[in-house]
T-cell receptor, first 115, second 117 residues
Framework: AQTVTQSQPEMSVQEAETVTLSCTYD???????LFWYKQPPSRQMILVIR??????QNATENRFSVNFQKAAKSFSLKISDSQLGDTAMYFC????????????FGQGTRLTINP | GAVVSQHPSWVICKSGTSVKIECRSL??????MFWYRQFPKQSLMLMAT?????????EQGVEKDKFLINHASLTLSTLTVTSAHPEDSSFYIC?????????????FGQGTRLTVV
């Protein structure tokens, strides 16, 4: 069974700072996708960034980038120049390419950006 | 991205009654839909996976007779909470996926807050 672990329940940084959220996962599969989702106070789940396991290059979306270490099964999210609107719960998630393709979520990290 | 609409956004019902929550994919056909439950300050817990035209697959510990799921078309799945009790109060979220090994992104509805009084 696949598991996803986020070891930081809460984090807090000042506006404009850079913050890194950690995520590790466990799987015996070789082909999978990893995601970071953001859940703001509205509770709408928003996809932040996606990484295909077969790609060595780390994904980047504007201020958001990941550090994907496949051998270590690590998938951290870096937010640069943090903004007040980045305040949210962040969930790391994993899905295999085969089978039921169920998203497996981590426990979440509550990120607060302070003015 | 694709749009998934969930209705209602919130509902209050009396204990013992049933409540139906709808999940619609507005601009794509969803071969698979997922239903989650989220307790305050916790992660999303998968309840069941529904595929169009077939019975839903429930996760271990989820009562299939209490949480009825119907995926009657490629754009609509419903979750009915039967004989609701206060402990069923929670935030329910659906997600939908196009399907296929390369279409792994899931699109989420806005969620439904259920309060049973």
């Amino acid at each position: 069974a696949q598991t996803v672990t986020q070891s930081q329940p809460e984090m807090s940084v000042q506006e404009a700072e850079t913050v890194t959220l950690s995520c590790t996962y466990d799987t015996s599969e070789n082909n999978y996708y990893l995601f970071w989702y953001k859940q703001p106070p509205s509770r709408q789940m928003i996809l932040v960034i996606r990484q295909e396991a077969y790609k060595q290059q780390n994904a980047t979306e504007n201020r958001f980038s990941v550090n994907f270490q496949k051998a270590a099964k690590s998938f951290s999210l870096k937010i640069s120049d943090s903004q007040l609107g980045d305040t949210a719960m962040y969930f790391c998630a994993f899905v295999t390419l085969w089978g039921a393709q169920k998203l497996v979520f981590g426990q979440g990290t509550r990120l607060t950006i302070n003015p | 991205g694709a749009v998934v609409s969930q209705h209602p956004s919130w509902v209050i019902c009396k204990s013992g009654t049933s409540v139906k929550i709808e999940c619609r994919s507005l601009d794509f056909q969803a071969t698979t839909m997922f239903w989650y439950r989220q307790f305050p300050k916790q992660s999303l817990m998968l309840m069941a996976t529904s595929n169009e035209g077939s019975k839903a697959t429930y996760e271990q510990g989820v009562e299939k007779d209490k949480f009825l799921i119907n995926h009657a078309s490629l754009t609509l799945s419903t979750l009915t909470v039967t004989s609701a009790h206060p402990e069923d109060s929670s935030f329910y979220i659906c997600s939908a996926r196009v399907g296929g090994i390369m279409n792994t992104e899931a699109f989420f509805g806005q969620g439904t807050r259920l309060t049973v009084v």
